[in-house]
DNA sequence: TAACATTACTATAACGTTTGCGTGTTGATA
DNA sequence: TATCAACACGCAAACGTTATAGTAATGTTA
């Protein structure tokens, strides 16, 4: 194997020592301005450049944060990781990804695997066997070694570190109030089991908007799937007989509120094949603005999430800690970020 | 900063070696079972981990892996990504994930700040500014610095170093066959500039597919979109005016192909608010198999890439030229290997 | 001219591991 | 009772850096 240049060769070649060298490619005061000419003509010539991994092991620190997603072939996410890598790569952080594949021995595994000193830092989503489990303790043994942690979406109030989160409540209250003063009287609503904490907070937005409009919510009206298998195949299925069973039950309902896209396409979907007309018959509002939501017929009015500030909020909170642990700085009391959602109004809605 | 557990806290806890406690960890036959139970106890009560760094330093291997790519919010590479996640973890791998956002500094600064030791080898699908410039001295200077590199779907000739692509050519022909034996007689094709190799390489695909059908190819058919803004809002207008303009001058066609699943969308859009039906009026098939193709209406048939394959077949590539070179193997010839595409028969076809 | 700066380097330790080799202590053998 | 394995461990170098503390060879000052 072909060995990279190192100062050790340099040094060798030139007759100088390492630490020479070394000094003189940093412009140190000490070393002769002839030296470093000489030296750093001479590294250019045979390309060194220094090696990061003895960096890192010297400055104790990898100038890498690690973040492990749930599922990477998700728009949020994909968005979410654009933005981490935005701003890490300003900072001259790289960033490594793992994937737990909402499986909870996953999670931890990734997370063992680079706590080891591969990262100065997380940044988490929850996989969802880590929601269902509500087993928190590689979270915690994480903090307990000092490795800072940022989590966003989908947190939980035990961990204490820093959040990065959309104000689902409130942006579900929107969605459901726009369907109300667009006319909609009787507004079903496509959520998750309730331990998937969007869903239940988006759930809980729902209830208020209808309370604040002194709607009595209904419980046929409240459809909890259970994303098990989101976003495969068979798990469709069975959300477009649950659709099908409301609208055919409920004639009446004119508004829709998903809590998120796929969901608020397939009710489309299911929903024109019953020969209603959108946004005529039924209005629909999902919540993620990915890319279902664009190019969906209608396009779909949504709730967007601005996963791509969540990220890059996300590393800013994330390096602010490094920095503090590195530093030795007074620690912050940990904060909770909330990232405003808002409306996108598109075909689906009059 | 709290430092973690070292094997030199353990030595002088214990009042032994450094060494000791290393081979006593490893279980070697130089120490005794009593001093290794010993060490064990007390690794594991003060939560003791090896340092991956100082391994990588040591080893002078960092088992990480870095892929580029030219864009994460896009369903194609993410799927990538997952194949290259799963087979890299399996094999005790990390992945480093750089984003070039189409850009050609943001490449050569990605790949240049991973070349540095960070990482044992690269997976890259070329930026598109890379691929207009025909620059490509960043791939042969790493390849000069003995990084193996594997590049897949955006590749390019000129780079001696192992390939995954798809058959571009003939999945492109197999998606016009299909159209024409299902009573298409005039169609149009919806593909990129061709400095994108794979647009240029499924309209070559589209040619052969109506030659051997004795179908002579009309130049108003054929329309190449500069993708300079794909997945941008705009663009996409210019895309639909395009379609319109040819549905308008050639009200006889009865197929579209286009080169990926974006187009074939919008092309539908369109066509339905002109009235067509599909697929009675007028046939669609696209390229690569996303949440799109799954989720449009009517569902679209689509040509599927498999990207988690070319994931993991270029992690295994990868992976072995990586052995090689650590082993001082001698080095096989570069592969290219082509992942077999196939058709995706959904509701815009008949 | 002795004392002291200044200049331009070099040596060394440290970051956390692993590993080949050296070594002191046993107990067995001749 | 010398001799020699076997055993159990310690030493030191190495991976590639950087930073601190030396140290020669000059030049300056009183």
């Known amino acids: 194997m072909k060995k990279r240049t190192t100062l050790k060769q340099l040094a060798r070649e030139l007759d100088v020592s390492i630490s020479t060298v070394s000094k003189a490619l940093k ?18 010539l045979l390309n060194y450049r220094p090696n990061n991994i003895a960096l890192s092991l010297k400055n104790r620190k990898t ?14 996410f994909t968005k979410v990781i654009k933005g981490v890598e ?11 990804v793992g994937l737990s594949n909402e499986s909870f021995s996953n999670e931890v595994i990734n997370m063992e695997m680079l706590a080891n000193g591969s990262i100065d830092g997380f940044i988490i989503s929850m996989a969802r066997e880590t929601m ?11 903090l307990n070694e000092e490795i800072p942690l ?16 959309v104000d689902d409540t409130k942006g579900a209250e929107i969605a459901v109030n726009t369907l109300i003063n667009k006319g909609a009287t009787k507004i079903a609503i496509l959520t998750t089991k309730d331990y998937v904490s969007v869903g239940r907070l988006r759930t809980k937005g729902y209830l208020e908007a209808l309370k604040n409009h002194g709607i009595n919510p209904i419980r046929d009206l409240i459809i909890k799937i259970d994303d098990e298998l989101l976003y495969e195949e068979d798990h469709l299925d069975v959300l477009e007989k649950q659709v ?16 998120n896209e796929l969901y608020a396409v397939v009710a489309m ?5 019953m020969g209603y007309e959108i946004p005529n018959d039924l209005q629909v509002i999902g919540f993620t603005d990915g890319m279902l939501s664009k190019h969906a017929t209608p396009t779909l009015s949504t709730i967007s999430q601005h996963g791509e500030s969540m990220g890059s909020k996300a590393a800013e909170l994330l390096i602010q ?15 909770t970020v909330v990232i405003s959602t808002n409306l996108i109004q598109r075909g689906s809605t009059k």
Chains 1, 2 share one sequence.
């Open 244 to 259: 099908r069973e409301l609208l055919l039950n409920h004639t009446d309902v004119n508004g829709i509120f998903a809590v």
């Open 63 to 76: 100038k890498t944060i690690g973040i492990i997603i749930p599922d990477i072939v998700h728009h949020f």
């Open 321 to 335: 800690r490094i920095d503090e642990r590195v530093n030795d700085l007074p620690k912050e009391p940990t904060k």
């Open 27 to 44: 412009n140190s005061p000490e070393i002769s301005q002839d030296t470093i000419d000489r030296v750093k003509a001479f590294a250019k």
């Open 86 to 96: 935005k701003y890490a790569n300003s900072k001259g952080y790289n960033v490594i």
């Open 132 to 142: 269902q489990r509500q087993d928190y303790q590689h979270y915690t043994e994480t």
């Open 150 to 165: 940022v989590m966003f979406d989908r947190v939980v109030a035990e961990i204490p570190c820093d959040k990065v989160i």
């Open 269 to 273: 979907k299911v929903a024109k094949e």
